[in-house]
């Protein structure tokens, strides 16, 4: 994947990560950007493409596949966290969101985007998972069952593009400084840091990139004894 002349298409690109993504790649030499938000008028960056995409509203998905025939780089960035706890008050409605937005948005985009890439040369797409996906925190943790069930489906669908030569990414990333954790006070990556890893990792051939220190001690805890996704969460 190169991202010169890439047509890529982010999806929650409005703020935060996703911003951050039209920025690189646009400065990145990408020949087209879709900027795709629930509200396409909150897209303010120039040169790109507002297009109007909630993931999970499956007409907007449809008429975003039949309208972009040229995309040939997906980012499934969008994501939501409502900082919930299994048990707690509003805990079934929080994960149900959590996982239409985390889960079944990205699964709906990719089912509708695969066939594209698949015509345009195999491409790739990009999936924003989190160290989450491995640990859960009892403040998020039913996000941390939306994004491991993403991380499933990454390495699934990995399986399932390869044969039309679409590369699958997943990123995992503990805290970075967007409004999404904005009241927490952790050290924090830049979105743009995290995204330039994303980049290198996508024209490397990767499969995952794990963008920040937190993300890869928890992924080297997954195989310690006991596993760090036993122990309960420091602080
Ligand atoms: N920030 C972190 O510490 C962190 C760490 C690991 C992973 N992540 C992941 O990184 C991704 C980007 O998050 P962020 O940190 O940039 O958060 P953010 O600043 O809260 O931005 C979230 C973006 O997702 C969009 N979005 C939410 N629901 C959507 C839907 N149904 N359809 C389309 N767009 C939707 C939002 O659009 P609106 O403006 O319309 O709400 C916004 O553009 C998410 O997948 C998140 O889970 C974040």
Request: proline content about 5%; cysteine-free.
């Amino acid at each position: 994947m190169k991202i010169q002349n890439s047509v890529a298409l982010v999806t929650g690109a409005n703020r935060g990560l996703g911003l951050a993504f039209t920025q690189s790649l646009l400065a990145g030499g990408a020949r087209k950007v879709y900027a795709a938000a629930r509200d396409p008028g909150a897209i303010k960056l120039e040169g790109v493409q507002p297009v109007r995409l909630d993931v999970t509203r499956p007409g907007e998905v449809e008429t975003a596949a039949r309208d972009l025939g040229d995309v040939t780089l997906l980012i499934n960035n969008a994501g939501i966290i409502r900082g919930s706890a299994f048990l707690g008050e509003n805990g079934l409605e929080a994960a149900r969101a959590e996982f239409e937005t985390n889960f079944f948005g990205p699964v709906s985009v990719s089912r509708a985007f695969s066939p594209i890439l698949g015509r345009n040369g195999g491409g790739a797409i990009v999936n924003v998972l989190s160290a989450l996906s491995w640990v859960a925190f009892p403040n998020s943790a039913t996000y941390s069952a939306s994004k491991a069930a993403a991380w499933a489906f990454t390495n699934g669908l990995r399986h399932e593009v390869r044969g039309q030569g679409t590369q699958v990414l997943a990123l995992h990333v503990g805290y970075m400084d967007t409004d999404m954790v904005r009241g927490i006070t952790a050290p924090k990556s830049k979105p743009e840091d995290v995204v330039r890893h994303v980049l290198e990792a996508l024209e490397a051939g990767k499969s995952e990139i794990l963008a920040d220190e937190v993300s890869r001690r928890i992924k080297q805890g997954l195989s310690a004894e006991p596993g760090v996704y036993l122990l309960p969460p420091a602080g």
